[in-house]
């Protein structure tokens, strides 16, 4: 059964600061890989996704993730925040028999000016 | 903004009653899929839509039902509400050719009392 874990509930960062939300999945195959931000009273937006390509995924906004195979990790970066990054994220991993999207619980990024 | 749209935007209703949410598709999009996303948690799989049939369902029980009619918009019951289904309903859609990639609609929040 694949799973996912985000290893951090809050990440707390000040603005012009470098970013890092981590994350580490569970599949038995290949998986498809996303990373989705859903802002206050808003819809969830896709950020990129790995699908086998490059193990590094620039995504919108700044945002890249790399796919670490040894690692079985997927953790999102940018350089530098900024306070319109503070927001809700998602990692998520898709079941690619009929592409049921597992989620991981989210982690809540906090930019302090 | 992705082009999927769901309504209401917020709804009440009590325990025991019945509720109806509904989703209009992005253009062209066969596929829907609908999530459960309870308070300060990550989006719950409850089944997906494809061509007008269920083609696969989370772990949630038969008074969650659903339809998709032949313009792909599609529509989420659940009967006998319960507390515990006071969360936040999402409505996903993609097409089959574009793989796992899915645009989500706003949601409806569902507040049970």
């Known amino acids: 059964a694949q799973s996912v874990t985000q290893l951090d509930s809050h990440v707390s960062v000040s603005e012009g600061t470098p970013v890092l939300l981590r994350c580490n999945y569970s599949?038995?195959?290949?998986?498809?890989l996303f990373w989705y931000v859903q802002h206050p009273n808003k819809g969830l937006q896709l950020l990129l996704k790995?699908?086998?390509?490059a193990t590094l995924v620039k995504g919108i906004n700044g945002f890249e993730a790399e796919f670490k195979k040894s690692e079985t990790s997927f953790h999102l970066t940018k350089p530098s925040a900024h306070m319109s990054d503070a927001a809700e994220y998602f990692c998520?991993?898709?079941?690619?028999?009929?592409?049921?999207?597992?989620w991981g619980a989210g982690t809540k990024l906090i930019i302090k000016p | 903004e992705t082009g999927v749209t769901q309504s209401p935007t917020h709804l009440i209703k009590t325990r025991g009653q019945q509720v109806t949410l509904r989703c209009s598709s992005q253009?062209?999009?066969?596929?829907v899929s609908w999530y459960q996303q309870a308070l300060g948690q990550g989006p719950q799989f409850i089944f997906q839509?494809?061509?007008?049939?269920?083609?696969g369902r989370g772990n949630f029980p038969p008074r969650f039902s659903g339809l998709q009619f032949p313009n792909y918009s599609s529509e989420l019951n659940v009967n006998a509400l319960e507390l515990d289904d006071s969360a936040l309903y999402l409505c996903?859609?993609?097409?089959?050719?574009?793989?796992?990639?899915?645009?989500f609609g706003p949601g409806t929040r569902l507040l049970v009392l």
């Open positions: 996903a859609s993609r097409t089959i050719a574009g793989g796992e990639t899915q645009y």
């Open positions: 253009s062209g999009h066969n596929t």
């Open positions: 839509y494809y061509r007008e049939e269920e083609n």
């Open positions: 599949s038995s195959y290949s998986p498809s």
């Open positions: 790995y699908t086998s390509a």
């Open positions: 998520v991993v898709s079941d690619n028999s009929n592409y049921q999207l597992i």
